[in-house]
């Protein structure tokens, strides 16, 4: 990030010391091995390369849609939403811009990135891309140099590169650019000026040096027709000269922007780079894919993962992430280890073996390792604990934590997949657990805990509970390798010693280790590092004969139990809560009233409990079991993908304000792993807290329903004499509120789908009344349908509920010209093996209240229609009429449902009834009826219910089919909604 760059965002935005940084505590990244991409909510791009591979990149951009009239800036429009593709690493977002929508789809390869942007609806004829790009190679703010390759770009485009020395950055786009413009960076006056600075600029600046010396530009690129929308596609490159000529590097965008010109291609690349895909059957899948997503994502092709995106490259609040730090990393590749064969998550042992073998290249002389490195290559990286490299073996300036888990992930490691490397690499590993061990003997003292060193927060010195912990854990992983008999006797005296000496770090007093030693006085203050006494202890149970006695369970217990309280934050002004760091944690808490709530620290409660309450139930103490896990799964609720601490991207950033405010490095690699590790463990117990809440049904109270539309619908004629007099408007999985005969009178509040597996054991409403779950699978979209008309699509898809369920619905929807009806053309097809009734359910409100609705179910069985009326409707006899014509002619209104065919099966209920519950929740098809009235009271509305039967005679619609796995079934029909108007 450049200082123009910080110094413009920071006169911008100064809330909670996040001004000035490049904070991605919102949207999404995109990455895989030498790339890492940020994608704003507001459609921005930003690399995050340089601490993966050395590579600086983009450091700001803008994109937008530019017609003859005006731009259409992507950050001035409404965000619809912003999402990953399924367990890939694309992210689509998308915008409202009124007449049409926006959809854009970002995707790194390698050091390529793609940004596809597709138009839907009523696009401008003059509509094309424009890009306002600051490419800044090898981080550089001014004099790079900027070459426009005229017809180096596919379609006889140009191409753009920006250069420094050794970086060369690359822009092209599928269509071609056909204009590239000039711009010059914040001058002088301006850095120096209050006010930010607005870019691109609006007309252009005649310094003809400064144009041509810097990597602000703006691009443009026509857009092509695709099916019903317009799209183009811009790639950029980030190439090294060294390893790549111009010509090469030239011909390796035009190639990416050509071969990526289509969603469907990149959703299909994206699927087939996905590092570890996730089965089907995994519970928690979602969740288990953000953590394999956001691990991948920090990953360098080194082996060596990031702790995070480095979001304050100006080191104004923090001493940076965008290093390797071997507590963090070592820790993510056991927890990975661990899970692996608990989740069935088929990781590769090759790629833990890539990062064991990192560890290995980068362990010092000494056997320790170093306070950090940089990721590209393993080199010493900056740092302030690097006493040991500087021969200072009596300094605490070194983390003595690093070095025992990387010894605890080597050895288990060997134990596990030894046989899954080469001979000469197995060697390499045992040599440098060896080498391991006899650096803890040299950072132990005589009481077997650790000497003083800084703590796991890099905030004090002192000897640490935590840092006594991993020792523990380190010496009883090699008492269990296959490495010599007597490296696995000093691994068993070593785990037997420390352990022992934590009862220096016992206080009766509170219950609980205290979090060091300082000066030989206890420091007792709860501290969330202690947690790694519960892993301590199931390590040291589980070697042969060093078997914990039940004093020492119940101590840890009690420890646990103790932080667990006393750590525990619930501030009033947002639905925040979680774990703080330790107590009278002061960091960054911008005068609030109490410590930051951490995703880490609350995490490494819910692993540390869910482990302990597993060795209890082992044990045979199941009600101590089962206290233990509950409290897991309370912990786990929050860090869950719909829980309070985690983004709408799935990320876990590192803290929290209390205001609701995230912080800090976002996705934070150390807190995914221990998240994955806390669901491996909470799984195995079958004790993950419950999931999502079965299918809403429609509020037996007449309510509204959601103001968030995505299209609305009625004829083009309303001049014509006789024309249809229906409106309609559509949300996600439903059309609302249908309009007759006035535009303000409402009759049907949704009409929507459910889905539900012949079997019973599965059921999905299209439509989700309130506030959607993380846990909610089902992808529901809107889609233009024509350019010209107003015709939409619902499409509804099953993204993988976690058991093996695949399925889409289609739903296209047009005002009929002829009559006062709704069109409505309904496809479904599965590809899961499985068989599926689906219903369509009408929630009628005559005359915008329900109060008095009478429902019908007309015909003959295999025969059916559906009809809702007022039970009281005028009829000129009696009573003063509700509504009346032009003429001043009472009337009531009533609302049909058919198809061309007939129902198979139909049936009316009452609102909140409990055979309607249990449609909605278990696709249990409720007693037909022939009628049903809305009581007195203003509670009922009525429903209809129809199921798509098994039989495929006549004309009978039909959705329940059983398809081979990989192919597709499908049926199409049609149903037709009419709310005539009944006059007497």
């Not at 420094?164 to 010059?184: F, K, N, P």
């Not at 833990?352 to 980068?362: E, V």
């Not at 009883?476 to 000093?490: F, G, N, T, Y």
């Not at 068989?835 to 929630?843: I, L, P």
Request: aromatic letters at 8%; a negative charge.
């Amino acid at each position: 990030m450049r200082l123009r760059t910080a110094l413009n965002d920071y006169k911008r935005d100064r809330g909670h010391g996040a001004a000035g940084t490049a904070s991605t505590v919102h949207g999404a990244f995109s990455g895989r091995s030498e790339r890492l991409v940020h994608v704003d909510p507001a459609g921005g791009i930003r690399d995050f390369s340089a601490a993966i591979s050395g590579l600086s990149g983009i450091d700001r951009s803008r994109f937008g849609i530019e017609t003859g009239e005006r731009t259409y800036w992507f950050d001035e429009l409404e965000t619809v939403r912003q999402h990953y593709y399924r367990e890939t690493t694309l992210v689509e977002t998308e915008y409202d811009a009124g007449e049409f929508t926006v959809h854009q789809y970002d995707l790194t390869l390698g050091r390529e990135h793609v940004t596809h942007v597709e138009l839907r609806g009523s696009v401008p004829p003059e509509a094309r891309l424009v890009a306002f790009l600051t490419l800044a190679p090898e981080d550089r703010e001014t004099r790079v140099g900027r070459l426009i390759h005229d017809g180096a770009g596919p379609a006889d485009g140009d191409a753009v590169e920006v250069f420094h020395r050794t970086e060369h950055d690359y822009v092209t786009a599928s269509t071609g650019l056909d204009d590239v413009r000039a711009q010059i960076p914040e001058r002088f006056e301006e850095i120096l000026d209050p006010e930010p600075v607005a870019l691109p600029r609006e007309g252009a600046i005649n310094r003809y040096e400064d144009t041509h010396l810097s990597g602000d530009v703006v691009v443009t690129a026509p857009l092509e027709r695709a099916g019903r929308g317009m799209c183009t596609t811009l790639a950029t490159l980030l190439a090294d000269n060294g390893e790549h000529d111009r010509e090469r590097a030239l011909a390796s965008v035009r190639d990416c922007a050509s071969t990526h010109a289509d969603a469907d291609d990149l959703r299909t690349v994206a699927r087939e780079r996905t590092a570890v895909a996730v089965p089907s059957e995994i519970p928690r899948r979602k969740t288990v894919r953000s953590d394999l997503r956001a691990l991948d994502l920090l990953e360098a092709p080194s082996g060596g993962r990031i702790a995070g995106p480095e979001f304050d490259p100006y080191f104004r609040n923090s001493g940076g992430y965008g290093y390797v730090w071997f507590r963090d990393d070592a820790r993510i590749s056991g927890h990975l280890l661990a899970s692996n064969d608990a989740l069935d998550l088929e990781v590769e042992p090759a790629s833990l073996a890539r990062s064991a073998l990192f560890y290995c290249d980068t362990q010092t002389s000494d056997g320790s390792w170093p306070h950090r490195v940089w990721a590209a290559d393993g080199s010493v990286a900056p740092g302030w604990a690097n006493a040991r490299l500087e021969g200072r073996t009596d300094s605490d300036e070194h983390q003595a934590d690093q070095t025992a888990i990387v010894v605890r992930f080597l050895a288990t490691f060997l134990r596990e997949h030894a046989d899954a490397v080469p001979a000469a690499e197995e060697r390499r590993i045992r040599e440098a657990v060896a080498a391991g061990v006899d650096a803890l003997d040299d950072s132990r003292a005589d009481d077997g805990l650790p000497a003083r060193c800084q703590s796991l927060w890099e905030d004090m010195s002192g000897r640490f509970t935590h840092a006594a912990a991993t020792f523990v854990e380190a010496y009883a992983a090699v008492a269990r390798a296959p490495v010599s008999d007597r490296l696995r006797e000093r691994g068993r005296a070593g785990a037997e010693e420390t352990f022992a000496g934590l009862d220096a770090l016992w206080s009766d007093e509170r219950d609980a280790y205290g979090a060091r030693l300082a000066d030989g006085e206890l420091d007792d203050r709860l501290d969330a590092a202690t947690f790694s006494v519960a892993d301590a202890l199931a390590a040291y149970d589980a070697v042969e004969g060093l078997n914990a006695t039940d004093d020492d369970v119940d101590r840890v217990v009690t420890h646990v139990r103790t932080a667990l309280e006393g750590l525990y934050r619930d501030p009033a002004d947002s639905a925040v809560e979680g774990l703080i760091r330790y107590e009278g944690d002061d960091w960054r808490t911008a005068g609030q009233s109490g410590e930051k709530v951490w995703t880490l620290t609350t995490a490494m409660g819910a692993a540390a409990a869910a482990r302990l309450g597993e060795l209890a139930t082992d044990r045979g103490r199941g009600e101590t079991g089962t206290e233990l896990l509950d409290r897991a799964a309370a912990l786990y609720d929050l860090l869950d993908d719909d829980g309070p601490l985690t983004t709408r991207t799935g990320y876990l950033p590192e803290q929290w304000y209390d205001d609701g405010t995230p912080d800090s490095a976002t996705p934070l690699g150390y807190a995914h792993g221990f998240r994955l590790r806390a669901t491996a463990v909470l799984a195995e117990c079958d004790a993950l807290p419950s999931a999502a809440a079965a299918p809403s049904t429609p509020p037996d109270r007449p309510r509204w329903t959601t103001g968030e539309k995505y299209g609305v619908g009625t004829v083009a004629d309303h001049d014509a004499e006789d024309a249809s007099r229906v409106w309609y408007t559509l949300t996600e999985g439903a059309l609302t509120e249908v309009r007759f005969p006035r535009v303000d009178l409402m009759n049907l509040r949704t009409l929507d789908f459910i889905v539900s597996r012949a079997d019973g054991d599965y059921t999905v409403r299209t439509h989700v009344e309130g506030e959607r779950t993380g846990d909610d699978t089902v992808d529901r979209r809107v889609e233009p349908g024509a350019d010209d008309a107003l015709l939409f699509e619902h499409v509804v898809t099953e993204t993988g509920d976690g058991r093996g369920h695949e399925w889409e619905l289609r739903v296209e929807y047009a005002a009929d010209p002829d009559h006062d009806a709704i069109v409505a053309d309904v496809e479904f097809a599965a590809s899961d093996g499985n068989a599926y009734d689906v219903f369509a359910v009408a929630d009628t409100a005559l005359t915008n209240t329900g109060t008095r609705d009478r429902g019908l179910r007309l015909g003959q069985p295999g025969s059916h229609h559906l009809v809702a009326r007022d039970a009281g409707a005028y009829t000129g006899e009696r009573g003063e009429a509700m509504l009346v014509d032009e003429n001043g002619n009472g009337y009531s209104v009533s609302v049909a449902m058919a198809t061309a065919g007939r129902f198979d099966w139909a049936t009316v209920c009452a609102a909140g009834s409990d055979e309607l519950s249990g449609l909605f929740s278990e696709g249990t098809v409720p007693a037909t009826r022939d009628s049903v009235d809305s009581p007195a009271r203003p509670t009922p509305r009525r429903r209809w219910a129809r199921r798509w039967g098994r039989s495929l005679a006549g004309t009978t619609p039909s959705a329940r089919r059983t398809a081979t796995p990989g192919g597709r079934s499908s049926r199409t029909s049609r149903c037709r909604t009419r709310s005539p108007a009944t006059r007497r």
